[in-house]
């Protein structure tokens, strides 16, 4: 299974004032934003189809532990400085597990069977995968440095959508049982993400003081499968 993400999943901007490091009694106006962006990658799923009538079936699929590595950027601007960074959280595992009801056009006695189908997904974040962002290193009086702190985290939910397939199957020959398994699949899905950051200080001197971010990451996806599968008769 190739899971193919939205290239940028999440942004905010908001407006600060904070003091301004020259005057403290004079507040400087501070755009601030932050966005999230992801990468694709390949993992392995399983799935099974149960045919309740000739031309209908349901299925359970599951796509285990996609690796998705994911770029933080912040930026601060103001009249007086432009600060901008970018971090890499990393890679994290992202799961999804769909129930779809199947349609299959063509008669059940062809060995090549089309087939679109729409369900419910439920889309899941590992979050032990997550590293902070903002980690801010302590210096002692000699330069060197002492402690790392993290100044800020992001946390990830998990989420409830539709989705939708179109698929083929194509039997190793007309009586076989094995087959081969071609699918597209789209998943709308809108986990929560929450943005923390606390006390960051610019290189010009000016204090950011905490904020959070909460909304909806925008998590849509395409997701791609190759398979082989074996049909059981009962």
């Known amino acids: 299974a190739y899971m ?5 999943a999440f ?17 400087i106006p501070v755009e601030i934003g932050d966005s999230l962006n992801l990468d694709d990658d390949t993992t392995w799923f399983i799935n099974g189809t149960y045919f309740v009538a000739d ?10 532990s996609a690796d998705l590595e994911a770029d933080y950027d912040t930026y ?19 799961s999804v597990t769909s129930l779809f009801v199947d349609w ?10 089309p087939y679109i189908g729409v369900g419910v997904n439920y889309t899941d974040i590992e979050q032990d995968w997550l590293r902070p962002v903002f980690v801010q290193d302590v210096v002692n009086a000699n330069g060197r440095v002492v ?7 992001v946390n990830f939910g998990s989420s409830w959508g ?16 094995w087959l081969f398994n071609a ?30 971010y909460k909304d909806d990451l925008e998590f849509d996806s395409w997701i791609f499968n190759l398979g082989v599968g074996y049909k059981f008769s009962f």
């Open 4 to 8: 193919e993400t939205d290239d940028s």
């Open 11 to 27: 942004s905010e901007t908001t407006l600060i004032a904070v003091p301004d490091p020259d005057d403290p009694d004079v507040l």
């Open 55 to 64: 031309h209908w079936a349901v299925e359970l699929y599951h796509m285990n």
């Open 76 to 94: 601060a601007i103001s009249s007086e400085f432009d600060f901008r960074s970018s971090d890499s959280l990393g890679d994290f595992e992202t």
């Open 104 to 113: 299959y056009p063509v008669c059940v006695e062809s060995w090549v069977q």
């Open 147 to 153: 402690d790392r702190v993290d100044r800020g985290l």
């Open 162 to 177: 539709w989705t939708a397939q179109v698929g083929i199957d194509i039997e190793f020959g007309r009586d076989a049982n």
């Open 183 to 212: 699918s597209a699949m789209y998943v709308d899905a809108e986990p929560e993400i929450e943005v923390g950051v606390d006390d960051v200080v610019l290189s010009n001197g000016i204090v950011i003081d905490t904020i959070r």
